[in-house]
């Protein structure tokens, strides 16, 4: 059943962003904006290690702005989470789910009565014997962790997403192209290709911005916070900051093989699919320099998300007083997409 009013809660390693929509018969109308910043420690690639302060932070985030409604969608990142396209037995939903813990038993990195499952239909069921579509599952304990944190608060989870599948459903351009879509995070990169909507591969990689800070700090001798103003003013734009930029190019390397690797495993798993495109959300994904260093190493066209483009609009949508809404918010409109 559609939900009315929603709210996209994203919890990252650095800051909770919430986005609130609306959902009608012209589409979803984005209503409002928010964010809080967490200290270091927290949250620790997309795991929760202090529920007390982030209870805290959803009680901030709520003061922060006036939100409408309570019911959230919670945004997951786990580097356990799995996505992987299979094909089950055509069950009625309520049977499938009970059956789903032994189709998938040997799939999946943790036992399964540790696990979340889902599976997300990708045809329509029809009256054959199976049912193509993607098993999603994750680590149930920091699920449970994550959803009681953010209840103390005082708002309502709904229901739970993989932040990957809210950063496909915000970011992806439906054409006949195969596409990846990279969200460069603190400390975790999520990467997913797909083809028309349809997820290829789902990764996630334990780099990102932090490394980079913390490379600067240790060449420049500088504290953290000032090498992220730097990281943030220059970035990869030798003209402004040759030593900068060297620090930043040389640490980011590791990330931009990683994602290197994930589109050769594309072409060598069966698929013979090449990626044409490259799409950068996340606030890492704003790193000055990043597009073109991509363009040039990977030989693709490279832009940055439009996830607004989703979204209508209202003069009550605020981020700090401005009428604007980041590209780190990406997975939080994409999780009230889902809602839809």
Known sequence: MAVATIIGLDIGCTSMR??????????????????????????????????????????????????????VVLGVTNMQAVVREMTVANLPAKDLRASLPFQVRDL???????SVLDFLPL?????????????????????????????????SVLRVDLASLALLRAAARLDDQVEAIVDVGTQITTVVVHSDGVPLIVRTIPRGGAEITSALATRLGVPLPEAEALKCRIGLWTEHGPEVADTVREAIRPLLNEIRGSFAYLSTAGRHSQVAR???????????????????????????????????????????GVNTVPLAATISIGLTLGAA
Do not use: C
């Open 278 to 320: 490259l799409v950068l959300a996340g606030g890492g994904g704003q790193l000055p320099g990043l597009t073109d260093t991509l363009a040039d190493q990977l030989g693709l066209q490279v832009e940055q998300a439009d996830p607004l483009s989703r979204l209508r609009r209202t003069r009550r949508t605020r981020h700090d």
């Open 123 to 155: 045809e329509e069921p029809g009256r054959g014997e199976t049912i193509r579509g993607l098993l999603v599952a994750a680590p149930k304990e920091p699920i449970l962790a994550a959803v009681e944190a953010v209840e103390n608060g005082g708002l």
């Open 18 to 71: 919430a986005v609130e929509a609306s959902h009608g018969k012209e589409g979803p109308l984005l209503t409002n904006y928010a964010e809080v910043l967490l200290p270091p420690g927290a949250v620790q690639s997309g795991v929760i290690q202090d529920p007390k302060v982030v209870t805290l932070a959803v009680r901030q985030l709520r003061a922060a702005a006036p939100f409408k409604t309570k019911q």
């Open 108 to 114: 999946l990195p943790l036992p399964v009565e540790r």
